[in-house]
């Protein structure tokens, strides 16, 4: 998915008005299979759709995450 560097940072500075991973999972969102790449390349999980949207609101992801 491709989008312009105007929209991801209004996703990023309105994160309350954006469910940004409910609106891409087409699929189970309780299925466990997104995935973090960390700053020092651990990875971490599987996550559901709603824990990452979850980690999302709570600021754990920044615009230079990683994910799967």
């Not at 560097?5 to 500075?13: C, L, N, S, T, W």
């Not at 309780?30 to 709570?58: R, S």
Request: aromatic residues 14%; charged residues 45%; hydrophobic residues 35%.
């Amino acid at each position: 998915m491709k989008i312009d560097k105007v929209m991801f940072d209004e996703i990023f500075d309105k994160r309350e008005n954006h469910w940004i991973f409910i609106e891409l999972e087409k699929d189970n969102p309780t299925e466990k299979k997104w995935y973090i790449k960390n700053e020092d390349e651990t990875i971490e999980g599987p996550f559901n759709t709603f824990e990452m949207d979850k980690f999302f609101l709570e600021q754990k992801l920044q615009k230079k995450s990683k994910i799967k």
